[in-house]
């Protein structure tokens, strides 16, 4: 580049600030820059507003005198350098997406839920929900398993699961709610005593998933308990789990024969 007839070679920055310091610089140690209209001002001096202008400040002032429009060389302040956060989003009224809580298509099936008045359905709902609570029990996932069978949390709540542990189906008329909806006293009772008959594997399951459920403070925590398994060689017996499952498919069946029945006879 040429400053005053004089070729200067391309160089580093810094080494270029340094040398137009250099330059601009009168006998006196003074930069003159425009802003002060040919008036020198010494580095670090205090200006009349009782600013201290920074070595930074007047190397740009005095780039901006040297190369003018020409050469429009820009030195950005770090404000200018600045990144928007998620703050500065959120306050302007951006609304920031969240993302979706994954779902396993294999476990839907035990949200499903049923009309406590149609008995049929409550089968076919639990008929569907079985499959993914072997899934769970094969996995040893024993906090899922007790999660789906007690309809806890805003995915299972008033499934179809935990509607055939309650009395009657929880409805309000109780027995003779019952026997309205299946046709008479004596069906209402054959239905209730099948229920519960599932209602009582369904709790022994339960209980299991309870007593072999493991409690970690975080994530960290977890994953030092399946290292330490891992290196043990220790594996978990799901051996029991899988029998008291096995006798919930068959008390489900069980009260499947006699909803199909019950259907059949209205």
Do not use: H
Not at 20 to 25: Q, R
Not at 85 to 92: G, P, V
Not at 103 to 121: E, I, Q, R, Y
Not at 122 to 132: K, T, V
């Amino acid at each position: 580049i040429m400053i005053a007839g004089t070729r200067i070679p391309l160089v580093p920055l810094e080494l270029a600030l340094l040398l137009v310091s250099a330059l601009c610089c009168n006998s006196s140690g003074f930069i003159t820059t425009p802003t002060t209209r040919g008036l020198a001002s010494p580095l670090n001096s205090v200006t009349p507003d009782g600013i201290v202008p920074s070595e930074a400040t007047g190397r740009r002032s005095a780039l901006a005198f040297i190369f003018g429009s020409g050469l429009a060389v820009a030195i950005p302040s770090p404000s200018d350098a600045a990144f928007p956060t998620i703050d500065d989003y959120a306050a302007n009224g951006a609304k920031i997406p969240e993302a979706p809580p994954p779902v396993n298509p294999k476990l839907a099936a035990l949200s499903a839920k049923a009309d406590p008045t149609d008995v049929p359905g409550i089968s076919a709902a639990i008929q569907a929900s079985l499959p993914a609570v072997g899934e769970l029990v094969s996995d040893a996932d024993w906090a899922g398993t007790r999660s789906a069978l007690r309809g806890s949390g805003p995915t299972y709540t008033g499934n179809a699961l935990s509607m055939v542990r309650k009395t009657y189906f929880g409805m309000a008329g109780g027995k003779g709610g019952l026997a309205k909806a299946v046709g008479s006293t004596g069906q209402a009772n054959t239905v209730e005593n099948a229920r519960q008959d599932l209602a009582s594997a369904l709790a022994e399951l339960e209980d299991f998933a309870l007593e072999n459920t493991s409690l970690f403070f975080n994530s960290v925590d977890k994953k030092e308990m399946e290292k330490l398994m891992a290196e043990t060689g220790y594996k978990e017996n799901k051996e029991e789990g899988r029998k008291l499952f096995v006798a919930v498919k068959s008390y489900a069946t069980d009260f499947d024969i006699i909803a199909v029945g019950v259907a059949k006879s209205k």
